[in-house]
């Protein structure tokens, strides 16, 4: 099959983190290292990765081929696990219901690059009955099939993989893309570099991740943003469940399945205290671990200090930490210097959005080993014999080495799904080329739709205590700043 060559743009996309992550994960050494640490291995042929998806022949029971899996045997698999992520995505299916009846997204076209997981399955399965079309979502992870949506993503993709599923998502014959999803901007510059005319067209972005707002905002500023776009990344609802609630549970997870660590009395460093950060922090804290933390914000620095944390540099504690975890969303926050001054058996991860954090490119040199002893896990060894553990190669540890609270991304994919309606249904004029905050209101319906999981129960306000405020009864409630 034709590679795409990339070779021309990638000075343009230097300036932009890549999330590798969601692309390139390693590959298991064998089936019964993956049985016990991951719940992915369960539907996982090792004999399908002697063959690359691309090269494969598959047909699913409609008889159509537009979509490019490992493995399309496994369609019943998936089926059933997207059921179960149902089960605790109750808001998102009550959304897809009324979806049903209004179709918001009649005519919509919307091609989309995230993580394929049977919850953002789920969300696939909302926007068909919205009465739209998908054709490709790419990323890494092993793909559930969703009805009606062309996917174009498996686990263990390379680097041509990942533009080849993204270039398969954009130039379709016959079908041109109305809408963009996106979740770290590789697919916006995509089509902002190699399809320009697509890109104009477009009415509408959404984008999730820190990186890919970043992005946006820098095409904004350089006047080359000809399209609305949507910042879900900075809505409440998303900050504080996929970036602190969502971590503060998945960080241990990650860290335990992929090398059985005992927390009580280790001595972490976490790099940055955002929401990310904080939940590492709290639930670090909470099993008897001693937490550094390391920021360049004075006002984070200050909150990590009240909430019982030193605040260090990072070259004041790296010989004496047993685990260094970064969330900065920066690049080169552990560099090589760091690495050879770590103590033996350092463990080493990464929670931030891109693989950038953590300098990886400066071990593989010729004075150093790499032993692979587990999957998503690798000793790198140096002469003397130290070894530092280097989990998921820098990527993001929670998506590459456990797994995400179905809860949480009910809660991410309910945003989008409204931001979504909001861009593609807003009168002409209320949107300019520009990027905008998810309106208040939209934000704490998200909120409202997931109260009732908890048997939550809302206080309403007097028409008095209304007006004493100057709010209205039914919000929004906080001010758009906020």
Same mark, same amino acid.
């Given at each position: 099959?034709?590679?795409?060559?990339?070779?021309?743009?990638?000075?343009?996309?230097?300036?932009?983190?890549?999330?590798?992550?969601?692309?390139?994960?390693?590959?298991?050494?064998? /089936?019964?290292?993956?049985?016990?640490?991951?719940?992915?291995?369960?539907?996982?042929?090792?004999?399908?990765?002697?063959?690359?998806?691309?090269?494969?022949?598959?047909?699913?029971?409609?008889?159509?081929?537009?979509?490019?899996?490992?493995?399309?045997? /496994?369609?019943?698999?998936?089926?059933?696990?997207?059921?179960?992520?149902?089960?605790?995505?109750?808001?998102?299916?009550?959304?897809?219901?009324?979806?049903?009846?209004? #179709?918001?997204?009649?005519?919509? #076209?919307?091609?989309?690059?995230?993580?394929?997981?049977?919850?953002?399955?789920?969300?696939?399965?909302?926007?068909?009955?919205?009465?739209?079309?998908?054709?490709?979502?790419?990323?890494?992870?092993?793909?559930?099939?969703?009805?009606?949506?062309?996917?174009?993503?498996?686990?263990?993709?390379?680097?041509?993989?990942?533009?080849?599923?993204?270039?398969?998502?954009?130039?379709?014959?016959?079908?041109?893309a109305n809408m963009i999803l996106d979740d770290g901007g590789d697919l916006t510059h995509w089509v902002y570099k190699k399809y320009p005319s697509v890109f104009k067209k477009i009415r509408g972005i959404v984008e999730e991740s820190v990186t890919g707002v970043h992005r946006l905002?820098?095409?904004?500023?350089?006047?080359?943003?000809?399209?609305?776009?949507?910042?879900?990344?900075?809505?409440?609802?998303?900050?504080?469940?996929?970036?602190?609630?969502?971590?503060?549970?998945?960080?241990?997870?990650?860290?335990?399945?992929?090398?059985?660590?005992?927390?009580?009395?280790? /001595?972490?460093?976490?790099?940055?205290?955002?929401?990310?950060?904080?939940?590492?922090?709290?639930?670090?804290?909470?099993?008897?671990?001693?937490?550094?933390?390391?920021?360049?914000?004075?006002?984070?620095?200050?909150?990590?200090?009240?909430?019982?944390?030193?605040?260090?540099?990072?070259?004041?504690?790296?010989?004496?930490?047993?685990?260094?975890?970064?969330?900065?969303?920066?690049?080169?926050?552990?560099?090589?210097?760091?690495?050879?001054?770590?103590?033996?058996?350092?463990?080493?991860?990464?929670?931030?959005?891109?693989?950038?954090?953590?300098?990886?490119?400066?071990?593989?040199?010729?004075?150093?080993?790499?032993?692979?002893?587990?999957?998503?896990?690798?000793?790198?060894?140096?002469?003397?014999?130290?070894?530092?553990?280097?989990?998921?190669?820098?990527?993001?540890?929670?998506?590459?080495?456990? !797994?995400?609270?179905?809860?949480?991304?009910?809660?991410?994919?309910? !945003?989008?799904?409204?931001?979504?309606?909001?861009?593609?249904?807003?009168?002409?004029?209320?949107?300019?080329?520009?990027?905008?905050?998810?309106?208040?209101?939209?934000?704490?319906?998200?909120?409202?739709?997931?109260?009732?999981?908890?048997?939550?129960?809302?206080?309403?306000? !007097?028409?008095?205590?209304?007006?004493?405020?100057?709010?209205?009864?039914?919000?929004?409630?906080?001010?758009?700043?906020?």
């Amino acid at each position: 099959s034709q590679q795409i060559q990339f070779a021309d743009d990638m000075q343009e996309f230097t300036k932009f983190p890549t999330k590798t992550g969601r692309r390139s994960l390693s590959r298991s050494i064998s /089936q019964s290292s993956t049985d016990s640490y991951s719940s992915a291995a369960s539907y996982t042929d090792s004999s399908d990765d002697e063959v690359s998806p691309r090269e494969k022949q598959q047909t699913n029971s409609k008889g159509s081929s537009n979509f490019c899996v490992k493995n399309i045997k /496994q369609a019943e698999f998936g089926r059933r696990e997207i059921e179960i992520a149902e089960q605790d995505m109750s808001a998102l299916i009550s959304l897809r219901k009324r979806a049903q009846g209004e #179709k918001p997204l009649a005519g919509a #076209k919307i091609v989309g690059c995230t993580h394929i997981t049977a919850q953002t399955a789920v969300s696939g399965c909302l926007f068909g009955g919205s009465g739209r079309t998908l054709p490709s979502p790419a990323n890494s992870k092993d793909a559930p099939v969703l009805s009606g949506v062309a996917v174009f993503a498996w686990k263990g993709e390379s680097e041509d993989d990942f533009w080849w599923c993204i270039d398969r998502c954009v130039n379709v014959d016959g079908w041109q893309a109305n809408m963009i999803l996106d979740d770290g901007g590789d697919l916006t510059h995509w089509v902002y570099k190699k399809y320009p005319s697509v890109f104009k067209k477009i009415r509408g972005i959404v984008e999730e991740s820190v990186t890919g707002v970043h992005r946006l905002y820098q095409l904004s500023k350089a006047g080359k943003l000809c399209v609305p776009a949507m910042n879900v990344n900075d809505s409440v609802t998303k900050q504080k469940f996929d970036n602190l609630y969502c971590c503060r549970e998945s960080i241990l997870d990650g860290l335990k399945r992929t090398t059985d660590v005992m927390f009580g009395g280790k /001595q972490v460093v976490v790099c940055g205290y955002g929401e990310v950060g904080k939940g590492c922090c709290a639930a670090l804290k909470a099993l008897g671990a001693i937490v550094y933390v390391t920021e360049i914000d004075p006002i984070c620095a200050l909150q990590a200090c009240m909430d019982g944390f030193r605040v260090v540099k990072l070259s004041e504690v790296i010989r004496q930490v047993d685990v260094v975890i970064t969330c900065t969303g920066n690049k080169n926050v552990v560099t090589r210097e760091h690495l050879d001054r770590m103590k033996n058996s350092c463990i080493v991860c990464n929670m931030g959005h891109s693989n950038t954090e953590i300098d990886v490119t400066s071990l593989r040199t010729p004075e150093l080993t790499w032993e692979r002893v587990r999957s998503q896990v690798d000793h790198v060894i140096w002469p003397d014999g130290k070894r530092v553990v280097l989990l998921a190669e820098g990527r993001l540890l929670n998506l590459s080495c456990s !797994t995400v609270p179905t809860f949480v991304l009910s809660i991410t994919a309910t !945003t989008q799904a409204l931001a979504l309606i909001e861009l593609y249904n807003a009168p002409e004029g209320r949107y300019k080329q520009d990027v905008y905050l998810l309106p208040k209101k939209m934000d704490e319906y998200v909120a409202s739709l997931h109260l009732p999981s908890f048997d939550a129960h809302l206080t309403e306000l !007097t028409d008095d205590q209304a007006k004493y405020l100057g709010l209205n009864k039914n919000g929004p409630f906080k001010p758009n700043y906020y």
